[in-house]
């Protein structure tokens, strides 16, 4: 728990801080608690805030985890974009999906909190909340529409974002398969199930490789 005692922010700068203090503490009790076990009042006390000063900042658990996302997903895409801009055109999939991967594990805490988003938020935070999550999320998107588009010409429009879509959804299910309990863990050492052993690199560029095959081959004229 931060032991800090927060006193009005009276500039931008402070105002960040106090931000920043109760992103780190949400963060930390998301990830080791999940989100449905996680109160407010909990993340005032961690962050070294009182229930009454955290409502200067956010109004609910569901807001502060939404910026939380908000600003790592940001810094995902911009890094993701840049990398896509070493790409020539007609890059083989593989060389795509090495660069989502990359990208991914450069974010380490996106990986961590976007089992959440899907499981638990999106089902329990306000109509507001989403619909001001969900057009920042379109806005950053629609610029790696675009970069894609440059990369694979025949892959535009809604089939980019429906590109982004899907390997955001592998990436979750293979992070979430990847995270195994200690039972799990022994029981993929038997010879009988190291079939069914979760690898998430593998499994996710293998997966992104497969829906930019399958976009592709949807788009060709039927002969």
């Not at 990359?102 to 805490?109: A, E, R, Y």
């Not at 996106?110 to 969900?134: A, G, Q, V, W």
């Amino acid at each position: 728990m931060a032991n800090m005692n927060w006193q009005r922010a009276r500039t931008d700068e402070n105002k960040n801080a106090r931000k920043e203090a109760i992103y780190q503490a949400a963060f930390t009790l998301f990830k080791n608690n999940g989100y449905d076990k996680v109160s407010f009042n909990a993340i005032a006390v961690e962050a070294g805030f009182t229930k009454s000063n955290m409502y200067r900042y956010f109004s609910s658990k569901g807001e502060i985890f939404l910026n939380v996302f908000a600003d790592l997903f940001k810094k995902w895409a911009d890094d993701f974009s840049r990398q896509l801009q070493t790409l020539e055109q007609e890059v083989a999939a593989k060389a795509f999906a090495d660069i989502w991967l990359n990208s991914m594990l450069s974010q380490p805490k996106l990986l961590d909190l976007m089992p959440i988003l899907f499981t638990s938020l999106e089902r329990n935070s306000s109509f507001e909340e989403l619909l001001e999550f969900k057009r920042l999320s379109v806005n950053l998107l629609y610029g790696l529409t675009l970069d894609i588009t440059r990369i694979y010409p025949d892959i535009e429009g809604e089939q980019a974002f429906k590109l982004l879509n899907l390997s955001y959804a592998a990436t979750t299910n293979s992070w979430t398969a990847a995270m195994q309990s200690d039972a799990l863990t022994k029981l993929y050492q038997l010879d009988e199930f190291q079939a069914l052993k979760p690898d998430f690199e593998t499994d996710l560029t293998t997966s992104i490789e497969i829906i930019i095959k399958g976009l592709k081959a949807g788009n060709q004229p039927n002969e």
